[in-house]
Each structure stands twice: as C-alpha cells, then as structure tokens.
C-alpha cells in the first residue's frame, strides 16, 4: 500500500509564482524525503527532514512537517520552467526500521514560460 | 548519478521468457534497491539488499527474484516474464546508510510482449 498520497496530482503555473505540493501518509515515520523527476530520467533527492524538525530550507526550497497530521509539504518559491518535473514524497517508517522508502503517486508539476 | 548504472537500459522481450537486470555501482555502498515505475502507482519496492547474500522482499516481490553476489552489482530476474511486467525498472543505492536518502540508476524500460 502508498503510504504517502500527493495533493495535487498535477499543477500548473506560471514561471514565478511559487508551487505547493502537499503529502499525507500513514504511519510513524523516521523522516520524509521529496524527490524530482524530470521525464524519462531517474529521481534526484532534493531535501530530507526527520521527524523531529518541523521546517527546513534549500535554496528555493522550503520543506514543512506536521507528524501530528501527519502531512508536509513541499514550497518552490520564484519557479522557473527548469522546474517542470514530478515530485514525489518518500517516507522513511518506523516500523521498517529505515531500510526501505514507501513512496507516494507524485505531482506533476509544469511551469509555463 | 552517484556512480550507478543499469543495464540494458531498453528491452523488449516475450511472455514466458526469463530477464535479468544488472545494477552496478562503482563505490562499496551496502543497501541497493529495486523499484518499478508505473503510472498512478508511483514507485513500488520490488527487492532490496543490505549486503552481499543479504537480500529481503519489498511489497511487490511476487515473479520476481533478486542476487547480490558481489557488493557493487545487484541483479533483478523476472523467471518468465509477464506483459504485468511491462514497466520501468529503477534500481538505487543508500550512500548513509538506512534512513538516509537515496540515489537512483537511469531505469530500464522493459516492454514484455
């Protein structure tokens, strides 16, 4: 089962605006990771925050946690059309002890030039 | 890429025939993965591997068998391929260890007839 779901499946916006991507998930988790994936390509780490920080920051980037709702969501501020890409959120969970990530459906997002 | 490569990177085979995938990496890194990719579905652990011999199951290992001989290369086989096989196959590896982000391969996009 995904034990994480992405809202919104897929977004478009122009080059700019800031994008939003939001993750729910199931169960207890060590952290939560968003990855990108340009089309045809592998997935690339982006950012990691363990369930004990509540925000993190990387460059355009902004990460938020709320392990009480169990949600997070991902922030890219001033998009670009470089950006267009999937995103995915990747739970790292307790019960598995860190050695596998349970990945969500991801979010298309298109940024228009 | 963090030194990881797969092969093939395209194959087209038949209902019945047995498949292997190669995921090699160039760095002694212990954990490797295998996901499949399929839309609406995100990505799905097919096997992981902790060591050399040291394999386990994700949650789609049914028709699907894995090998870690050797520490830097991680086999997937499909016994005798099936057209539910058809899909884009990712292999990773965890450079921190558990609970760490990872890094993905290219992907193999195999097609089964």
């Known amino acids: 089962s995904q034990q994480g779901e992405e809202d919104p499946q897929a977004l478009s916006i122009q080059e700019g605006e800031n994008a939003t991507m939001n993750c729910s998930y199931k169960t207890s988790i060590n952290n939560l990771q968003w990855y990108r994936q340009n089309s045809g390509r592998g997935l690339v780490h982006l950012i990691l925050i363990r369930s004990n920080e509540r925000e993190k920051h990387s460059g355009r980037l902004r990460v938020t946690l709320d392990t009480s709702k169990k949600s997070s969501s991902l922030l890219i501020t001033a998009s670009r059309a470089a950006d267009t890409a999937s995103y995915f959120c990747?739970?790292?969970?307790?019960?598995?002890?860190?050695?596998?990530?349970?990945f969500g459906e991801g979010t298309q997002l298109t940024v228009n030039p | 890429d963090a030194g990881i490569t797969q092969s093939p990177r395209h194959k087209v085979t038949e209902t019945g025939t047995p498949v292997t995938l190669r995921c090699h990496q160039t760095?002694?890194?212990?954990?490797m993965y295998w996901y499949r990719q399929d839309p609406g579905h995100g990505l799905r652990l097919i096997h992981y591997s902790y060591g050399v011999k040291d394999t386990d199951k994700g949650e789609v290992s049914d028709g699907y068998s894995v090998s870690r001989s050797k520490t830097e290369d991680f086999l997937l086989t499909l016994e005798s391929a099936t057209s539910s096989q058809t899909s884009v196959y990712f292999c990773a590896i965890n450079i921190g260890g558990p609970s760490y982000e990872q890094y993905f391969g290219p992907g193999t996009r195999l097609t089964v007839t």
């Open positions: 760095e002694n890194h212990r954990y």
């Open positions: 990747a739970t790292d969970g307790v019960e598995t002890s860190g050695s596998r990530l349970t």
